[in-house]
Structure formats: structure tokens, C-alpha cells
């Protein structure tokens, strides 16, 4: 290119440097603003967890404490509340990963009548409003005279966890070069071996995936356990309710325990990831 | 791999598949010679992988048997026949790295430690990949993995082994060097080798034994120099390389040649060249068989007519003539470029002359153009490939 030998004595405005550094940096300083977004709400969290309340309201700082940290569980209210939703969400996750997987393989692997309404049917518990869904299976509930608690908490989560899991586990599934598992047959491996030597390991990241997003749903589900939760209160319930009392810093506590916890999970599977990749 | 004595020959018999209502494979008998290179080519959509995975038993006939030596294997799953596949996308398992990709076979059929490692490695070695048994397939090129596929079926020293237009996806310079590797594990390690392919020079190139099929159907099976000089449908005479064809009427006898009425001459072969010996018979000549006169001539056939185009091509020059057989189908000649190339330019006349027996006599009611628009689809398929990888 002959334009580079007189760039060299080409000294650019200050206006046009200006522009070109604001050009070249315009997406890192979108990008930060964009995280900044997302995760000063939990920044802010994190914060009040440390604060040590004037009155009821956790809501203007008042001086740095470990208080809260040290005192988790002064108020049992909320162990008790926290102890349900963990119970609830394992229990959500563990039966919608394999209803929902199982789902997911049926309608990846066969077609069948009623595949495509099938597909369509487990769309929607994602698309209906909450509101409507809570509703609805309340009114389910008392019609069946089936007593609410926990066991309807539960009932209602596994139904709206297994849409998400099929989604997801499909999509995974759908992304398998069927030739694997044809592969696997060729190489002497019968039906049940192909099952757990090809085609389970591919899919489980899909799976985990999945559970992880039903545990999260789950425990974070308000609207639709208000509806059919009886007396039984769960976490998220006890921090609405406590939100007109006033909420403990100990929810921030908590909420920020969650956070990082789901934080390393999600950096320790990256690890074992690239770890794996490189061996 | 010294049991070269147990190395039996595969048959299908009056092998039929049906999808609804399309049927892919219809009525095929086939005898595949065991421990040779054996080739299935054939345009896209001929059958001939459907005919393949019947034999890896993932397609199961609807009618037909299918025999290994003499035990019917027909309904037996993949997974119970000493036969294993090289997929075209090589379909090796992501999740494993290259030495538990060759291993997966001998772990399930319950080899064991030490000898798991004994054959793995030294398969390893005929493919040369040692080096990179640890890695991952993804992190490997595609020659590589198609190597990696080779000794993940090999390993089993299975009594035949399925390739699956295996070397498709790869570029040409690394085709030609895989054809030649392919070959030598060939003899090196003796199994029958299964190969499908829609690449007409790479059959000819490596198997032992072709078979030419189209629309479910064999149309003609042989040594590849055999079936090329020799080609019985004008499917094979067109798709099997190039051939100049044209109509023509059988007049007459001369001994032991034939004598055949074309447009603007007559043309002589030898009577067992020939499909039949009365009636209409397509005349056919190879492009390289015919050369331009420049000397006179004795015992060959002629045809005269205008150059139309002549183009360099390196090694030899292709000169397309239009002549009174067809003024639609120009003849096209290869002449190599050595001492005695005629000086012609286009616009020349020019006679053409070959000898009586390179010429081939098809069934008349053949169609002229069979397996033409479809080798050029081939061709074009295979380009298509070759431009996806640079």
C-alpha cells in the first residue's frame, strides 16, 4: 500500500484522535456498562449484607458489621423457610431432570401420534403467566381435595421445571450427529452399552444443564407456590412477606452465599471443561 | 493378522429395500471376494449406501438375504457381526480421545488390559498416529480422523470392513494420498474391503473389483482395466470415465468382427465386443483411443469431421469434433502431447481413426446419455467438497 509511506508524516487533529480512541474503545465501554447493569443489583446485595440496620429496614447503610454473617440463623423463621425451599427444589429438580429427559429423548429419537402437539404442550407452561398457571392448579388442588403443602409446592414445580429441562435437553440431543450411536452399535456395543458409553455421556452437560436451571426456577419460584402453598412458607415467601416488616440483612446474607455459590459452580465446571479438553 | 485362511466372501442374495414407497436397493445379488479391495460406485442416490449399511446391518432388507461365508447374518444386529464401518463424517466419539476411540470395540467385545493396549497401539502404528493417541478428535485435522476412523474398525479385524465414501470430506492432494494409504493397510492387513464411493478415478484407482450401480441396480461388476475397456451399458461407458457413442445398425458379418452401418460411414468391431449381433448396437470408443490422422492408415475405423475446440490440458490436448454421427454430440479425442501430435487448430477438417477392437458395441435401446448428466453431478459434488476445505 503506498498510503503508508506518507502516513508517517500525516499527524492527525486532535479532534480525529479523539474520535478514533472513542471508536476503538465504544464496545469495551458498552460492555462494561452492560455488566455494570446486571450486577450492580447484586453488588448492592452483597453490600447490605454487611450493614448493621438502624430500625426494621435494611435499606440505608448505618455502619460496616459482620453481624448478619456471623448470626445466620438467629431468626429460625428463615432457616425454616430456607430448609423447605432447598427440600422443594432438590425434590423439583430431581424429578422433572429425568421426566423432562426422558420427554426430551422421545421426542428426538421417535416419531409417534402426537409428537408435534406433544411439542407444543410442553411449550406451555413457559408461555402461560404465572399467575394463571398458580391459579389454575390451585383450583386443581381443591378440587381434588389433595391438602397443600409441600407436596403440591413440589407437584406444581416439577410440572413447570419440565418443560425447561425438555428445552434444554433437546437441543442438546438434537445437536448429536446420530452416527455416534450407529457407530457404537457397529463397534459391538448392544443397545444398553451404546446407551451409557456414547450416548449418556454426550448428553449429561445438556442434563446438568438442565437440573441446574430447574433448581434455580424452583427456589426462586414465588407466584405460583403462593398459590398452592397452604401454610408451608417458603424462602422466597418468608422475603416477600418479611419486605413489609422489614427485611433482616440475613436475606442478604443468604442471597449473597446463593450468588457465589452458584458463581463457583458455574466456574469450576468451566475448569473441569477446559481441563478435560486439554487432556 | 496371519489368519489369512479364515477370510470368507460376502454374498447378498436377492437383496431388496424398500422405504414406503421408494425402493433404494432393488433385487441385488452381489458376491464380494474376500480379502479383496472391492469398490461400489455409483451416483448419488443409487442405493449404494443403503446397500452398505444393510451389510453393517443398521438398514435391515426388506427381502433378500445377506451371507458371511455361509451364515446368514441378514437379521443379525451391528453389534453381532464381525463387520465394521468408516463412517463419512468418520463419526468418531467426541467425548474420547483417539486411543479410547480405537479401544471402544475391543472394550466391548471384553478384550482386556494388556491387549487392549497391544493392538490398539499397534494399529496406531499402521495408521501412524502414536503420537497423537492422547488427543481429542476435534483436535485433530481430517485426514487424521479419517485415519483415527480406519483404525478404530480395524482394530477388530473384522471380517470385512465398510467404507462409507470415507475419503469425501477431504481435499484432493489428501484424497490421493489417503487412496494410496487406504490400499496399502489394504494389503498390508488382507481383510475384504468394502468401498462406496461416487468418485469413478478413486474406484479405479484402488479396487480390485468394481461394481457399477445405478437406481438400485448392479450394472455391470469386474476388474476396473477390464470394465473400462469393456463397459456393457452406456451408464458405465458414460460414468466409468468418457466415451464417444453413437447409433448404430448391424449389417453384416466379416469374420470374426462385426460390420455396423453409423451416419456417414461404416464402422468394424470384434463380434465378442459387441452386445448382440444383429439389429441396432451403440457404437463406443474411448476419447484417448482415437487419434487425427496424419499417415495413412490400415485395419482402423474412420470418421471424418470439423474441429470445433481444442483445448491444452498439460499432458494431453482434448480436441471436440463435429461429425456426421451426431452433429448435437461432438466426439471428443485426447491425444497426448508427444512426438506426432498433429498441428490442428479449430475449423480443420480432419479424420479420425481408431483401432477395430478398441471399439465397444452396447445394447441399441440403451440410452445414449445414460450416467452422463449424472457423472457431471458427481464431479461437480466432489468439487464442491474439494472448495468447502480450502
Known sequence: MPATTHAVRYRPSAWMRTSRWIRSHLIAAYGILALLYLFLPIAVVFLFSFNKPVGRQNSTWNAFSFDAWTHISRDPTIMNALGISLRIALVATFVATILGSLIAFALVRYRFIGRSSTNLIIFLPMATPEVVLGASLLALFLNMGLPLGFTTIA????????????????????????????????????????????????????????????????????????????????????????????????????????????????????????????? | MAEQARIEDLHLVHVTKSFGTFTAVDDLSLTVPGGGFFALLGPSGCGKTTTLRMVAGLETPSEGQILLGDRDITTRRPYERSINTVFQSYALFPHLDIFENVAFGL?????????????????????????????????????????????????????VLLLDEPLGALDLKLRRQMQIELKRIQSE??????????????????????????????????????????????????????????????????????????????????????????????????????????????????????????????????????????????????????????????????????????????????????????????????????????
Open chain 1, 155 to 279: 407437584i406444581a414445580h416439577i410440572m413447570f421445571c419440565i418443560s425447561f429441562v425438555v428445552v434444554t435437553v433437546k437441543s442438546r440431543l438434537q445437536g448429536m450427529d446420530p452416527r455416534l450411536e450407529e457407530a457404537a452399535a457397529d463397534l459391538y456395543a448392544n443397545e444398553r452399552e451404546t446407551f451409557r458409553y456414547v450416548t449418556l455421556p454426550l448428553v449429561a452437560p445438556g442434563i446438568a444443564a438442565a437440573a441446574l436451571l430447574s433448581f434455580s426456577l424452583s427456589f426462586d419460584d414465588y407466584i405460583i407456590t403462593n398459590f398452592n402453598s397452604g401454610t408451608i412458607v417458603t424462602f422466597p415467601m418468608y422475603v416477600w412477606g418479611a419486605a413489609q416488616r422489614g427485611i433482616p440483612p440475613q436475606v442478604n446474607v443468604i442471597g449473597s452465599i446463593m450468588f457465589f455459590g452458584s458463581l463457583a459452580i458455574v466456574i469450576a465446571a468451566q475448569l473441569v471443561g477446559k481441563a478435560r479438553r486439554k487432556a
Open chain 2, 107 to 159: 472394550r466391548r467385545q471384553g478384550v482386556k488390559g494388556a491387549e487392549v493396549e497391544q493392538r490398539v497401539n499397534a494399529v496406531l502404528e499402521l495408521v501412524e498416529l502414536t503420537a497423537l493417541a492422547r488427543r481429542k478428535p476435534a483436535q485433530l485435522s481430517g485426514g487424521q480422523q479419517q485415519r483415527v476412523a480406519v483404525a478404530r474398525a480395524l482394530v477388530n479385524r473384522p471380517d
Open chain 2, 189 to 390: 492387513v488382507g481383510t475384504t474391503f468394502i468401498h462406496v464411493t461416487h468418485d469413478q478415478e478413486e474406484a479405479m484407482t484402488m479396487a480390485d473389483t468394481i461394481a457399477v450401480m445405478n437406481a438400485g441396480l448392479i450394472e455391470q461388476m469386474g476388474a476396473p482395466a477390464e470394465m473400462y475397456d469393456l463397459p456393457r451399458t452406456a451408464f458405465v461407458a458414460n460414468f466409468l470415465g468418457q466415451s464417444n457413442l453413437v447409433h448404430g445398425q448391424i449389417t453384416g458379418r466379416d469374420g470374426a468382427d462385426l460390420l455396423v452401418r453409423v451416419p456417414g460411414g461404416e464402422v468394424r468391431l470384434p463380434a465378442n465386443r459387441a452386445a448382440d449381433d444383429s439389429g441396432g448396437l451403440i457404437i463406443g470408443v474411448r476419447p484417448e483411443k482415437m487419434r487425427i490422422a496424419y499417415k495413412d492408415e490400415q485395419n482402423v475405423n474412420r470418421v471424418r469431421g470439423e474441429v470445433l475446440d481444442v483445448s491444452f490440458t498439460g499432458v494431453a490436448t482434448q480436441y471436440t469434433v463435429e461429425t456426421p454421427w451426431d452433429p448435437d454430440r461432438p466426439v471428443t479425442v485426447f491425444e497426448l502431447n508427444d512426438e506426432g501430435a498433429p498441428e490442428v487448430k479449430a475449423g480443420d477438417n480432419v479424420e479420425l481413426v481408431w483401432e477395430y477392437g478398441f471399439t465397444f458395441g452396447l445394447d441399441g435401446d440403451d440410452d445414449l446419455d445414460a450416467g452422463n448428466e449424472l457423472a457431471a453431478e458427481a464431479a461437480e459434488v466432489a468439487e464442491a467438497a474439494d472448495a468447502e476445505d480450502e
